[in-house]
């Protein structure tokens, strides 16, 4: 997704899909993460670092802009959109975050792995905070209620542990999964509702272009250049 041809073979898969489109993303977050918070004052005289984070920034910029693209493209066609990332995670007061958020009507929703099973390898809890931006309400609807009871004590999140809360929970999967296929089961019959009542045989996505076609004009203006390296 860094690249012009790998954002047109994505669009041409959403252009040949016949059903329901979930466009779920997670774009590389490192930038903005509480780790950095700490790492970007010890590291502020190391050119070195600053080097790093300032492509990491770039990349993430890159990304944005062709998730942008891409989600624009599922949207027409009446799909959806998960996004995800760390709660308290810098990421989400960019600008280009912020602004994407506010294009596609996202509502955003936190949850608690530990209300979905995440542990560390002893079993005990961790709390990591994640937050979906999403246009799906039974998402919404189904994590709103995944935050800590209180109940338990939670393992601390660094190292290892930390690396592996990067995974999400079997349970975390389930309800996503449970709640992507609510949504495309109430898009099915709207749709054939629609054709039905519209008095043609065809499909709904009867003037859709097919995967063969190249991006159009707009598209292909709107298509950032690739990323060096």
């Known amino acids: 997704m860094t690249s012009v ?12 899909a016949t059903g329901h489109i979930t466009l779920f993303a997670s774009l590389p977050c490192t930038w903005g993460s509480t780790m950095q918070n700490l790492w970007k004052h010890r590291g502020r005289s190391n050119p070195k670092y600053q080097r790093r984070m300032a492509d990491l920034l770039l990349q993430l910029r890159q990304l944005m802009a062709n998730f942008v693209i891409l989600a624009k493209a599922v949207m027409d066609k009446r799909g959806d959109i998960v996004f995800e990332w760390p709660a308290y995670n810098r990421l989400w007061k960019q600008p280009e975050t912020m602004a994407m958020v506010r294009e596609f009507k996202l509502d955003m929703v936190k949850l608690h792995g530990c209300a979905l099973g995440l542990t560390d390898t002893q079993g005990v809890p961790i709390k990591k905070p994640w937050c979906f931006a999403t246009s799906i309400p039974e998402v919404v609807k189904a994590f709103s209620v995944r935050l800590c009871d209180g109940s338990h004590e939670h393992a601390v999140c660094t190292g290892p542990v930390l690396k592996n809360t990067e995974n999400y929970s079997d349970e975390m999967a389930r309800v996503v999964h449970k709640c992507i296929h609510a949504r495309a089961c109430g898009w099915s019959s709207t749709t054939s509702s ?34 060096g390296g």
């Open 194 to 227: 629609s054709s039905g009542t519209s008095g043609g045989a065809g499909s709904s996505d009867s003037g859709a272009r097919h995967d063969d076609t190249p991006p159009s004009p707009r598209e292909r203006r709107l298509l950032p250049r690739e990323v």
């Open 5 to 16: 041809e790998g954002v047109s073979i994505a669009l041409k898969e959403v252009r040949a």
